[in-house]
């Protein structure tokens, strides 16, 4: 059994918006931790997904992540196990898709 299969629904969808994000981190918006996306030039909505500061302290109680800054953090960032978990997901998310 990974580590992975333990893991909610929420966190997995946290460290994959962390991987797919161009810094591998969730930077702080508000009370809520977003993805930061590549810069594009359309105009319009978009949608993105907010994770709360208790999935961010789940992911760090399983040493996914790290906080920057430790005590308050405005960025939370994949470190080399959430990385590893991230793309296992990521590439089992692609098996199936195909």
Not at 54 to 79: G, H, I, K, S, T
């Amino acid at each position: 059994m990974s580590a992975n299969e333990n893991l909610t629904p929420l966190e997995r969808a946290a460290l994959l918006e962390a991987l797919r994000s161009p810094t591998h981190s969730l930077v702080r918006m508000g009370r809520h931790f977003v993805a930061q996306e590549r810069r594009t030039e359309q105009s319009g909505t978009r949608k993105v997904t907010l994770f709360t500061g208790r999935v961010m302290n789940r992911l760090d109680r399983r040493a996914l992540v790290d906080f920057d800054p430790p005590q308050f953090p405005e960025r939370v960032v994949l470190n080399q196990r959430g990385l590893a978990a991230a793309q296992a997901l990521d590439s089992g998310a692609k098996a199936v898709r195909a």
